[in-house]
C-alpha cells in the first residue's frame, strides 16, 4: 500500500520547492500559468524580486506566491498557506522562495544542458 502523504520530489531545475503545510510537504511548482495569476495579483515579477532583495517583500506577497505556485491546493486554503509562513518563519520560508524567485529570475535551463542560460 503507497504513502498518500508522501511530498512529491521537488525538480530544483524547473525552480520547485517544498512547502510544509498542516504537517504535510506540498510542491510549489512556479509554472508560467501559476506566475502569471500571481503577478495578476501581486504586480509585476521583477519589481517583486526587486522588493525581495531588497528585504521588503511583506509576508502576505510570500503567501500568495506560494499559494499560487502550488501544484495541489485541494483541501487547502489560502489561511494554510499563510500560517504555514509562519510556522517555519521568514528564514524557513526563504529557502523555498528563493528557489521560486530564481526560477522567475533565470528561467529553466536549455533541454539537454543541464544548466543553466
Known amino acids: 500500500m503507497s504513502d498518500v502523504t508522501a511530498p512529491e520530489t521537488a525538480n530544483a531545475a524547473r525552480g ?6 498542516a504537517g ?3 510542491l510549489l511548482r512556479p ?9 495578476e495579483e501581486l504586480g509585476p515579477l521583477f519589481a517583486m524580486v526587486e522588493r525581495a532583495g531588497g528585504g521588503q517583500l511583506r509576508l ?6 506560494f499559494w499560487h505556485c502550488l501544484a495541489e491546493r485541494a483541501g487547502l486554503t489560502r489561511g494554510d498557506v499563510g500560517e504555514a509562513v509562519m510556522d517555519v518563519g521568514l528564514a524557513g520560508a526563504a529557502v523555498p ?3 521560486v524567485l ?10 539537454g544542458s543541464g544548466q543553466g542560460m
Open 24 to 26: 504535510r510537504a506540498h
Open 97 to 99: 522562495l528563493r528557489a
Open 102 to 111: 530564481h526560477q522567475i529570475l533565470q528561467g529553466r535551463p536549455p533541454a
Open 31 to 39: 509554472s508560467f500559468t501559476a506566475l502569471v495569476a500571481a503577478e
Open 60 to 65: 502576505g506577497e510570500i503567501a500568495c506566491l
Open 16 to 21: 520547485e520547492a517544498l512547502l510544509t503545510i
